[in-house]
């Protein structure tokens, strides 16, 4: 059997109210908790601040950023500028903000926090309103391959993946490439399955352009170009076969190779024009990732890492289906239409791309790193749900049973994760009980990002907050965390000598596994090793943590790391020298 019967339980009017209702319940869990943070930015990887830059000096690029893709900067900008427009003619002062913002965003969040909280919650609309976006794409994308059913199934499982929603939660670039990730996907199956194959496979190329312009690993979307590409010569009879072979083939291929350069130029024209200046100082972090990432061992510990992550981006039964659909497309192929391999091509590439490449370099696996591939994950596990309810063997009521307990169970789980959002994460603790319990302008020494630890625009003007041997209180707020440091020499002489402040801050979690303190490669002989054991003149004071169950893993990324805060018993030498440096 090649194709799945048209026999569908659901009529067009009551797949389009249940789709709404997906796609409704999918836009509220987005934006539910939106305001998570501000107007501190503790999410250090999004990217509301670059584009008010870009806005600022008229660019085209960000002359911060010169590592990641510019494409979704460009789309924020046009997202934003119509609240720009809005606070300017309203006279509210943006001159003022601009001012600000050239010093640093915790300034900014100091003299404007309503603006600094308004912006954000405008670039974090965009991001969930391109998360439902992706979701009716997916719809769309598993309709084409085989009908309603499967659609409504697929949208409603990519809707309830807790890793999607909570990275809808956030102003990266990881929700449009999503979206043009299925894009491309919807346009591959059209190639196939419609009669314009030329038309669809050269806009397909395009878009993955722009995907590849958006985030570097959505240039994966390729993958369904060549699945869709193989599977349209297999599929035509053999006279025509012969001329795609002979004569079609290299000016298709060409076509392909030419539209897809042009859509990474219009999605990222910086990185021709300013070539240069790209390879010298962007190019250069990717390549270390490559050349440093390559490992003949491990790959298949973090492929299973991986799996496990699955597990709490969709949760427990979202994922047994998802992985019993694969079981079943592996053991009765046969009534999969064939067109499920133009998604299910992608997973071997790109798996194997993040456990050999990426897994190594982050030590852990987080939800960007396999995000990619949750399109495809859901379309599978649309199918499964699909043959579980017209398995005839399994009566009516144990079916309906089981789905109103998944559904349940779904809608629960994604309800917990984003109440981390609205909740008062260990971050909001710490900076209450550092306002609370330490005098302020204390020396307090971190080596991590403000935003892992605590309120920067809270905590910085009050304290001598000491960043790699540089002092807050002696050096421009913008010059205090961002200019010419020395990490690993600062690091090498903490690791030999200790500390010297009245206070240390470190934090620990999924995304800060291996913090810098531990950059000797030898966590015991670490300074902060020699923190955790007591062996150096700190003791703990507290520690915040957020706990969470093995089976309930509701914790979204970026959110509630454990936080420790030491006090220094002993003070070695006095604190600070004339040019704002430690001793």
Same mark, same amino acid.
């Given at each position: ?241 012969? #001329? =795609? ?7 298709? %291929?060409? &076509?392909?190779?030419? @539209? !897809?350069? /042009? ?105 960007? #790193? =396999? ?7 859901? %379309?599978? &596990?649309?199918?499964? @749900? !699909?043959? /579980? ?115 240390? %801050?470190? &934090? ?76």
């Amino acid at each position: 059997m090649n194709s799945i019967e048209n026999n569908y339980c659901f009529s067009k009017k009551s797949a389009f109210l249940i789709l709404a209702g997906i796609l409704l319940i999918k836009f509220l869990f987005n934006v539910y908790g939106i305001n998570w943070g501000l107007p501190d930015r503790w999410n250090i990887d999004e990217q509301v601040a670059a584009v008010l830059r870009m806005i600022a000096e008229k660019a085209y690029y960000s002359t911060v950023d010169l590592w990641h893709p510019t494409f979704y900067k460009l789309t924020l900008a046009i997202f934003i500028a119509p609240y720009l427009a809005y606070l300017k003619l309203s006279g509210y002062p943006l001159e003022t903000v601009g001012d600000a913002a050239s010093v640093s965003w915790i300034k900014l969040a100091q003299v404007a926090p309503d603006f600094a909280a308004n912006i954000f919650i405008v670039g974090r609309l965009y991001s969930a309103l391109l998360g439902v976006v992706a979701v009716y794409l997916v719809y769309l994308a598993a309709k084409l391959i085989s009908g309603k059913e499967v659609g409504i199934y697929a949208a409603f499982i990519m809707a309830l993946s807790t890793g999607f929603i909570s990275v809808n939660h956030f102003a990266k670039s990881t929700s449009l490439s999503l979206v043009l990730n299925v894009l491309v996907l919807y346009l591959s199956i059209a190639a196939v399955k419609k009669n314009k194959f030329v038309k669809h496979i050269i806009f397909a190329s395009f878009v993955a352009g722009l995907a590849t312009a958006t985030k570097y690993d959505a240039g994966i979307s390729v993958i369904y170009i060549i699945a869709a590409y193989f599977m349209h010569i297999v599929k035509t009879d053999m006279r025509e076969r012969n #001329l =795609i072979l002979r004569y079609l083939r290299p000016g298709i %291929i060409a &076509g392909c190779l030419t @539209v !897809f350069m /042009f859509g990474v130029f219009v999605g990222w024209p910086a990185y021709f024009i300013k070539h240069d200046m790209f390879v010298k100082n962007g190019m250069e972090n990717p390549v270390a990732v490559i050349q440093g990432g390559i490992t003949i061992y491990g790959p298949a510990i973090k492929f299973f890492t991986g799996l496990g992550k699955l597990v709490a981006d969709f949760n427990l039964l979202l994922s047994t289906f998802i992985f019993g659909g694969f079981i079943y497309l592996c053991v009765k192929f046969k009534k999969f239409p064939k067109e499920i391999l133009i998604p299910v091509a992608m997973l071997p590439v790109y798996f194997f791309y993040t456990s050999v490449f990426l897994f190594p370099q982050t030590h852990s696996c987080m939800t960007k #790193l =396999i995000v990619q591939s949750f399109p495809v994950l859901a %379309i599978v &596990g649309g199918f499964a @749900v !699909f043959f /579980f309810l017209k398995n005839k063997q399994v009566g009516t009521a144990p079916k309906i049973a089981i789905i109103i307990l998944v559904l349940a169970y779904s809608l629960v789980y994604d309800a917990r994760a984003v109440t981390v959002f609205s909740n008062k994460d260990t971050r909001y603790s710490s900076t209450q009980w550092i306002l609370k319990n330490i005098p302020e302008g204390a020396t307090v020494e971190h080596l991590q990002d403000s935003q892992w630890l605590f309120a920067p625009s809270t905590i910085v003007d009050k304290y001598q907050m000491v960043y790699y041997g540089r002092n807050s209180m002696k050096y421009a707020k913008s010059l205090y965390f961002n200019s010419n440091l020395d990490y690993d020499g600062y690091i090498e002489s903490l690791n030999k000598a200790g500390c010297n402040s009245e206070y240390f %801050i470190a &934090g620990m979690g999924k995304e800060l596994e291996h913090p810098p303190l531990m950059m000797d490669g030898d966590s015991e002989k670490s300074f902060f090793g020699k923190l955790l054991a007591g062996e150096v003149n700190f003791e703990l004071i507290k520690k915040f943590e957020f706990k969470e169950s093995v089976f309930w893993n509701y914790r979204p990324g970026y959110s509630s790391p454990t936080i420790y805060i030491f006090k220094n018993n002993k003070l070695l030498f006095p604190l600070i020298k004339d040019d704002g440096h430690t001793l």
